[in-house]
């Protein structure tokens, strides 16, 4: 057998049919919801059915911000999608970007159309928004002055900041002349010198909502001086002049909460930054005031009164030790001197007499030690404790000394 081929070849064969065939990666099918189920993962999960065939459809989650409205059973819609095949399964199935009820199908085309010729014309380029100031003092509204959402932007902003000014130009924003209505109110409050302009009102369908999907307002918009936050109907509600706003708020209370700062948020950052400053001031305050000591020091170090001062005591100091050098040199040498006079005083001649001992002497002055130092007849002169005797040697006699 040949070319034979898995289940998985096949499936994925003719996915990529599928995938090549440009008419069917994007086409419009209607037909009447059943077996619509939400699932847990935020994927919805539904059929398109008439009168002779059905027809699975999925949107994932990601495509989900576009529907506008809940799916119900037995609802007629128009869906803009994809054909493909599901490989698991072999099963092909519509996957669905944008949904639309029927009756609104052809407003949802002018729609994709203007919006496809706003955006190549770079009206929506990231590169022309502006940056909605943080702080602002006087808040414009263009909205309609006895609407739910003229009360939610007051209520909000009020509790918010009660300081800000709030400016309303009532505008018409349904019906015929509503968007020449909003035009003339843009176009009023940016030459007023506003520092936010809210565009806006409350939820609606398509048709209430359509006067925000005009060119002129888009361009408007554009082409205002002044930072535009769009707040149109309700956070699934997407119009034209979304994207031609400088930012967009989900809805009219969210875009007070965008325009407007918290002032109690405000005081306590104030005051965090004020404690933050004393904090780093008196840091700075205790380093410099420890320099200035330093440097005084120096300087007091440095000056003539103080360098004599330390002179003085430098000489006072060597003069202290020189007298305790001379005091120790003199005790040392007192100490000396009394060994000296204690060994000197042991040896004195004058001692040796005291104790009975005399001293003899030739004529020649000197000490007689021994017999041979002197002749018999001749003179000697011998020192006794109170006197001197001179006497005559008459015999010599010589003594063995053990």
């Known amino acids: 057998m040949k070319n034979v081929y898995t289940v998985a070849q096949v499936n994925s064969y003719i996915k990529n049919m ?41 949107m994932f989650a990601g495509n989900r911000k576009g529907l506008s409205f809940p799916m119900k059973e037995g609802q007629q819609v128009i869906v803009l999608g994809s054909v493909n095949v599901y490989e698991r399964t072999g099963n092909y199935q519509l996957y669905a970007r944008e949904i639309v009820l029927d009756g609104a199908g052809r407003l949802y085309e002018e729609y994709l159309r203007l919006k ?37 932007i007051r209520t ?35 030459a007023l010198g506003v520092d936010v302009l ?21 361009r408007a918009i554009f082409e205002c001086r002044t930072p535009v936050i769009s707040a149109v109907g309700h956070e699934t509600d997407t119009t034209i002049a979304d994207f031609a706003a400088d930012l967009r708020a989900p809805t009219p209370s969210a875009a007070a909460e965008l325009a407007v700062a918290d002032f109690r948020e405000l005081a306590k950052r104030l005051d965090t930054y004020r404690k933050n400053l004393e904090s780093s001031f008196a840091w700075r305050l205790e380093q410099y005031r420890g320099r200035l000591e330093q440097l005084r020091g120096c300087l007091h170090r440095a000056s003539p009164r103080q360098q004599l001062f330390e002179k003085r005591m430098r000489l006072a100091e060597l003069q202290n030790g020189m007298e305790q050098a001379m005091r120790e040199c003199f005790l040392d040498r007192r100490s000396k001197l009394d060994l000296y006079i204690e060994r000197f ?58």
């Not at 069917?24 to 935020?42: A, I, P």
């Not at 040796?352 to 030739?362: A, V, W």
């Not at 002169?381 to 000394?401: F, P, W």
């Open 18 to 58: 599928f995938a090549q065939d440009f008419f069917m990666n994007r086409l419009y099918v209607k037909g009447e919801v059943s077996n619509c189920k939400y699932h847990t993962s935020g994927h919805l999960y539904f059929s398109l059915k008439d009168e002779s065939g059905t027809l699975s459809c999925v």
């Open 345 to 402: 005083h042991g040896l004195s001649p004058l001692l040796k007499l005291q104790q009975g001992y005399s001293y003899t002497e030739g004529q020649d002055g000197r000490a007689v030690t021994s017999i041979r130092q002197a002749e018999e007849g001749e003179s000697l002169r011998i020192h006794v404790t109170d006197g001197i005797y001179t006497a005559v040697v008459k015999e010599r006699l010589a003594v063995e000394r053990e």
């Open 198 to 218: 809210i565009v806006g009102r409350g939820g609606g369908s398509m048709e209430d909502l359509w006067a925000f999907n005009e060119e002129k307002v888009a």
């Open 116 to 152: 496809a010729e706003l955006e190549e014309m770079g009206m929506f380029a990231k590169e022309y928004k502006q940056a909605i100031p943080y702080y602002v003092r006087r808040l414009g509204i263009v909205t309609a002055p006895t609407g739910a959402a003229v009360q939610d």
């Open 156 to 190: 909000i902003s009020l509790r918010r900041n009660p300081f800000v000014q709030l400016i309303l130009y009532p505008a018409q924003v349904q019906g015929e002349g509503a968007a020449d209505s909003i035009v003339r109110g843009i176009r009023a409050l940016d």
